[in-house]
């Protein structure tokens, strides 16, 4: 099951960039750009996660936030607050609202994801011990742990970032600039021949004998993750 976040966020291009790296990770995203407009939204569809911004337009996000605690159905709701205000009295308003973490603008998405993931261990266990397989591999989310016929693999970290990219989109040609932003993230200095060092490291360590490679090379292309057969 993919977890579904909702980003309340006005910034067209802060909504983009969060959307692109949580789709990444493997969630469903949806935004609402108006403050009075979340509630609704909640009440449509209730997320795993709500990523809610302080300053909206129409209904700030303190205030939605208040809300949302006020609420029985909602109370549960995990909301993680971002804002441009960093002072300290703000954190602490915004977690006395009933925020379950708050991310001062600017932030490293990759710090914004971890936090992201440590809120939803907390509050959605199942959902942070998600396991991705296709076909003979088994990747698990929760301990990082990868199988191929049930047999343990072990990968650096990099390499199993690239392995959970290209089975959430198994059969799929990723080109070594996708590669990048997926599994570097959007502002890494990296070139792109760094992708395909990782990519002989993964393949060496999941490739099985004469069975065919997991990743095929699709000339000027990129790669593709072909799922093994058991
Ligand atoms: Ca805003």
């Known amino acids: 099951m993919q977890p579904f976040v909702l980003i309340a966020e006005d910034e067209h291009s ?3 960039l969060l959307s692109y790296n949580l789709e990444a990770e493997g969630f469903r995203v949806d935004a609402v750009m108006d403050g009075s407009e979340v509630m609704a939204r909640l009440d449509e569809e209730l997320p795993d996660l709500l990523l809610l911004d302080w300053m909206l337009p129409n209904l700030s996000g303190i205030e939605i936030c208040r809300q949302i605690r006020r609420k029985t159905d909602f109370r549960n709701l995990p909301v993680v607050m971002l804002t441009a205000r960093g002072a300290e009295d703000d954190r602490i308003r915004g977690l ?5 973490d708050y991310v001062p603008k600017p932030f490293s998405v990759n710090e914004l994801m971890a936090r992201l993931r440590a809120v939803l261990r907390r509050t959605r266990p199942i959902l942070a011990e998600q396991r991705i397989v296709r076909g003979a591999i088994e990747l698990d989310l929760g301990t990082h742990k990868v199988t191929r016929n049930g047999e343990e693999v072990h990968l650096g970290p990099t390499e199993f970032r690239l392995l959970q ?10 080109s070594r600039g996708q590669l990048l932003d997926a599994v570097w993230g959007r502002d890494a200095e990296v070139e792109e021949r760094t992708v395909d060092v990782h990519i002989r490291r993964l393949r060496k360590a999941m490739n099985d004998g004469d ?3 997991i990743i095929r090379t699709v000339r000027s292309a990129g790669y593709a993750f072909e799922a093994p057969s058991p």
């Open 96 to 100: 006395d609202a009933g925020a379950d």
């Open 14 to 16: 802060l909504v983009e």
């Open 211 to 213: 069975a065919p490679d």
């Open 165 to 174: 990219h290209f089975m959430e989109h198994a059969g799929r040609v990723q």
